[in-house]
């Protein structure tokens, strides 16, 4: 099957590249309090999550969204695990971070 693809040069606004960070910053988040407390699965990881993302500056929707990519992503990661390969410990190098007192 032959498949076609098209180059196009786009910059993004400073607007869409603040989103983009704050998005970004979510999932990071998202994903720290899941190593924390061993949120392995969807609903445990939004229970745990959710409140925390309250304090960013986003539609419900968005934080929805960065708690399920963030669960993909450990989904991932503890397939590699499980199948033998290694990984990195994400977002874990900051020992001072805790999703109880909110600091970074």
């Not at 970004?24 to 409140?51: E, F, K, P, Q």
């Amino acid at each position: 099957m032959a498949v076609k693809s098209v180059w196009q040069y786009y910059i993004p606004t400073q607007d869409v590249l603040r989103l983009l960070e704050l998005f970004r910053r979510m999932i990071n988040d998202a994903i720290r309090i899941a190593l924390v407390y061993d949120a392995t699965t969807l609903r445990r990881l939004s229970l745990l999550a959710y409140n925390e993302l309250a304090r960013y500056d986003s539609p419900s929707y968005y934080k929805l969204c960065a708690i399920s990519r963030a669960a993909g992503i450990l989904a991932a990661r503890k397939k590699s695990i499980r199948r033998g390969f290694i990984t990195r410990t994400h977002m874990l190098s900051n020992s001072s971070s805790s999703p109880a007192t909110g600091s970074r």
